[in-house]
């Protein structure tokens, strides 16, 4: 199964907002509200920032969104900051009951 | 608090085997699924399978059938997972990673580079 379709750049300025797209198919995304959103910084391991589509774990900023429409999910970080800048991976589970990461997304903020 | 703490750092030659481990503190081991993923130097997440706890069972991603195995010592908050027949190209950080709810993953191993090399 191929990965998850992810811009592989997004930048934006300190303050503006910025949505990144992921997208699936009718047997991952299209098919499930299972879609989580990492973010990793180098050298470090991932951290959860969005589950279940829309959800925002205890302690993630309420600058970070996620919706879903048919096969693409997208996160949305509004007011950027510096500290923003990172590695983003979008998740979903998929029909045959794996999981499939997407090929990740580079933001720079400049 | 909730953590993975895994092994050190492996060295291996093509077609040996190497097993990490991922001991957890701080929550019911037996309660959550495990999943284990790799990062290649310079690539992004990839998905290799996870584990019930509970009971054992396993699914794998298709790529990884057939050389991956995944256990766990419920005696002693240990998941492992053991990779063979290892090629160059299984040279990467390797973490095991926590299930919550439904399909994602809450917290994270430090990670174990695994490097292949002759």
């Known amino acids: 199964q191929s990965a998850l379709t992810q811009p592989a750049s997004v930048s934006g300025s300190p303050g503006q907002s910025i949505t990144i797209s992921c997208t699936g198919t009718?047997?991952?995304?299209?098919?499930?509200?299972?879609v989580s959103w990492y973010q990793q910084h180098p050298g470090k391991a991932p951290k959860l920032i969005i589950y279940?589509?829309?959800n925002r774990p205890s302690g993630v900023s309420n600058r970070f969104s996620g919706s879903k429409s048919g096969y693409t999910a997208s996160l949305t970080i509004s007011g950027l900051q510096a500290d923003d800048e990172a590695d983003y991976y979008c998740?979903?589970?998929?029909?045959?009951?794996?999981?499939?990461f997407g090929g990740g997304t580079k933001l720079t903020v400049l | 608090q909730v953590q993975l703490v895994q092994s050190g750092a492996e060295v291996k030659k093509p077609g040996a085997s190497v097993t990490v481990s991922c001991k957890a503190s701080?929550?019911?081991?037996?309660?959550?699924?495990m999943h284990w993923v790799r990062q290649a130097p310079g690539q992004g997440l990839e998905w290799m399978g996870w584990?019930?706890?509970?009971?054992?069972?396993?699914d794998f991603a298709q790529k990884f059938q057939g050389r991956v195995t995944m256990t766990r010592d419920t005696s002693i908050s240990t998941a492992y997972m053991e990779l063979s027949r290892l090629r160059f190209d299984d040279t990467a950080v390797y973490y095991c990673?926590?299930?919550?709810?439904?399909?994602?993953?809450?917290?994270w191993g430090k990670g174990t580079t695994v490097t292949v090399s002759s």
């Open positions: 998740s979903s589970y998929t029909s045959s009951a794996t999981l499939i």
């Open positions: 584990i019930n706890i509970n009971s054992g069972g396993t």
């Open positions: 701080g929550y019911t081991f037996s309660g959550y699924y």
């Open positions: 990673v926590r299930n919550a709810g439904y399909y994602y993953m809450d917290v």
């Open positions: 009718s047997t991952d995304v299209g098919a499930y509200d299972y």
């Open positions: 279940e589509v829309t």
